[in-house]
Nanobody, 121 residues
Framework: QVQLVESGGGLVQAGGSLRLSCAAS????????MAWYRQAPGKERELVAA???????NYADSVKGRFTISRDNAKNTVYLQMNSLKPEDTAVYYC???????????????WGQGTQVTVSS
């Protein structure tokens, strides 16, 4: 069994910072790409940032220059450092990992349960 557990969400004023963490655990053989998504009320889930196993990153235009994604392969953990937060960043943030476990013969996508980020104006 594989689990992704997020932490670090909360309430912050505009201009503030938060750091999200997502740790993968269970019968993991290897982790490929890891990513953060977010979903605001009434909107579709959107990609915020992604990072490959080699460390290459990409970001949504709306967060470039403010958010930084990183990972610690030894800890099977991905982070999202969010600076200069805006009210429009308010959403539930989800992490996703594409990984190979000893459950399936091919890599699968796994999702965390989500963590709320609220930015007040």
């Amino acid at each position: 069994q594989v689990q992704l557990v997020e932490s670090g969400g909360g309430l912050v004023q505009a201009g503030g910072s938060l750091r999200l963490s997502c740790a993968a655990s269970g019968s993991i053989l290897s982790i490929n790409a890891m990513a953060w998504y977010r979903q605001a009320p009434g909107k579709e889930r959107e990609l915020v940032a992604a990072i490959t196993s080699g460390g290459s990153t990409n970001y949504a235009d709306s967060v470039k220059g403010r958010f930084t994604i990183s990972r610690d392969n030894a800890k099977n953990t991905v982070y999202l450092q969010m600076n200069s937060l805006k009210p429009e960043d308010t959403a539930v943030y989800y992490c996703k990992a594409n990984l190979l476990s000893n459950i399936y013969v091919r890599s699968q996508d796994y999702w965390g349960q989500g963590t709320q980020v609220t930015v007040s104006s």
